[in-house]
């Protein structure tokens, strides 16, 4: 079962421009995270963003989270080519009631052209 | 890739094969798992083990099998039973669960393994 959501499922911009990605998941959190995936390569977590906090930063990352309308979004700005990457949501899930794992979206594709 | 080691990256299954899929981390992390994705979509949870000696089906566990003899290690066999096993499988740990630890389970990924078939 997928959790998270993520919209738009691609997304293509310039260098320079801000990429705004979205997700939304369907039961309650503890927490919820980003992480990205260069392709063919593992995930590289991003940041983490506690089910009581609204908004988070780290450099150019910015998370924002609604728990009310369970969503979250990712802004990077300042796009660079070096973004380009799958980027994933993923939030924490009670499984068999004996632990916690996560659940990951589908993923939104960024391509950041120079 | 941090301390996560998979191996091999490139794996190839012949018809009725079982094949074993590695994953070491030094991160001396109690909690591991195995991650299957398929073209254009998310992660898929097929197992996962929270301390050594103990491990619990995901949402996808059925042709495949684990074990978890060493805190170090959580290799992933693709039984001839999987049909369609196919894909890039990930592994994952994680420092675990119980107390404040269970609202931080960032994870960290090895490489992946792509597995094909013949």
């Known amino acids: 079962s997928q959790q998270g959501e993520e919209d738009p499922q691609a997304l293509s911009i310039q260098e320079g421009e801000n990429a705004t990605m979205n997700c939304s998941y369907k039961t309650s959190i503890n927490n919820l995270q980003w992480y990205r995936q260069n392709s063919g390569r593992g995930l590289v977590h991003l940041i983490l963003?506690?089910?009581?906090?609204r908004e988070k930063h780290s450099g150019r990352l910015r998370v924002t989270l609604d728990t009310s309308k369970k969503s979250s979004s990712l802004l990077i700005t300042a796009s660079r080519a070096a973004d380009t990457a799958s980027y994933f949501c993923?939030?924490?899930?009670?499984?068999?009631?004996?632990?916690?794992?996560?659940?990951f979206g589908k993923g939104t594709t960024l391509s950041v052209s120079s | 890739d941090g301390g996560i080691t998979q191996s091999p990256k490139y794996l190839f299954r012949k018809e009725g094969q079982n094949v074993t899929l590695s994953c070491e981390q030094n991160?001396?992390?109690?909690?591991m798992y195995w991650y299957r994705q398929d073209p254009g979509q998310g992660l898929r949870l097929i197992y996962y083990s929270q301390i050594v000696n103990d491990f619990q089906n995901g949402d996808i566990a059925e042709g495949y099998s684990v074990s978890r003899e060493k805190k170090e290690s959580f290799p992933l066999t693709v039984t001839s039973a999987q049909k369609n096993p196919t894909a890039f499988y990930l592994c994952a740990s994680s420092r675990g669960q119980g107390g404040v630890v269970r609202a931080k389970n960032i994870q960290y990924f090895g490489a992946g393994t792509r597995l094909s078939v013949l």
């Open positions: 993923a939030t924490d899930s009670v499984i068999n009631q004996a632990g916690t794992a996560l659940i």
């Open positions: 963003i506690r089910s009581n906090e």
């Open positions: 991160l001396n992390h109690d909690a």
